[in-house]
């Protein structure tokens, strides 16, 4: 298995834009997590995601943050607007429901010019 | 809601020696306690776990302890190498026996710095 897999690795947008970013779990894990990593705050949990319903979105931000997870094999992590102080590393991770440890993809570098 | 603390925040040790890094756990009813190594440019990777019926756990050069009665467990790297630097976090969560996924509370890292 590839592992889980996230793209864009690197996005440099202006403030404003919507960005994207994507994610593809490992296959027949049944849970996903989107991860935020800064200096200042460390590894934040964003959402996650248990058979593609989200279960607890507490620790996204600001509305201006959504996520969704349309079939087992694909999430995406929404910014619209985005902000310079939305610029970190996004991490998505997935794991087996009752089971097994969290895997974490390589990341996304988003910078907020 | 859980909280998890670990120190030292950078460590600097000489090739050969022992690494330890410790955490502090604020919910009794966490039971999982993974220890992930994150390197450059990299996602973090599970590095070993230990589950809270558990008091202590090895895999060749790195072990870790748990005390639940404290709530602190401990990553310990016996003689370190150069491709040990990197950072590590510690985590915490409740979710292993409820069959809920996995929501994981961080540390905030220890860099790990091992001189050759």
């Known amino acids: 298995d590839a592992g889980v897999i996230q793209s864009p690795r690197h996005e440099v947008t202006e403030m404003g834009q919507e960005v994207t970013l994507r994610c593809k779990p490992i296959?027949?894990?049944?849970?996903l997590f989107w991860y935020r990593q800064t200096m200042m705050r460390g590894l934040e949990l964003l959402i996650y995601?248990?058979?593609?319903?989200?279960?607890?979105d507490s620790g996204m931000p600001e509305d201006r943050f959504s996520a969704k997870m349309p079939n087992a094999s694909f999430s995406t992590l929404k910014i619209q607007p985005s902000e310079p102080r939305d610029s970190a590393v996004y991490f998505c991770?997935?794991?087996?429901?009752?089971?097994?440890?969290?895997?974490f993809g390589q990341g996304t570098r988003l910078t907020v010019v | 809601g859980e909280n998890v603390e670990q120190h030292p925040s950078t460590l600097s040790v000489q090739e050969g020696d022992s690494a330890v890094i410790k955490c502090t756990y604020s919910?009794?009813?966490?039971?999982?306690f993974p220890w992930y190594k994150q390197e450059l440019g990299k996602g973090p990777q599970l590095i070993i776990d230990i589950r809270s019926n558990v008091g202590e756990k090895k895999d060749q050069r790195i072990a870790v302890t748990l005390n639940k009665t404290a709530k602190h467990f401990s990553l310990h790297i016996t003689e370190t190498q150069p491709e040990d630097s990197a950072v590590y976090f510690c985590?915490?969560?409740?979710?292993?026996?409820?069959?809920?996924?996995?929501?994981?509370?961080f540390g905030s890292g220890t860099q790990l710095t091992v001189l050759p």
């Open positions: 296959s027949g894990h049944n849970s």
């Open positions: 919910d009794s009813a966490s039971n999982y």
């Open positions: 995601f248990n058979n593609n319903v989200p279960i607890d």
């Open positions: 991770a997935s794991s087996i429901r009752q089971g097994g440890e969290a895997f």
């Open positions: 985590a915490a969560t409740r979710g292993i026996s409820s069959g809920s996924a996995r929501q994981l509370t």
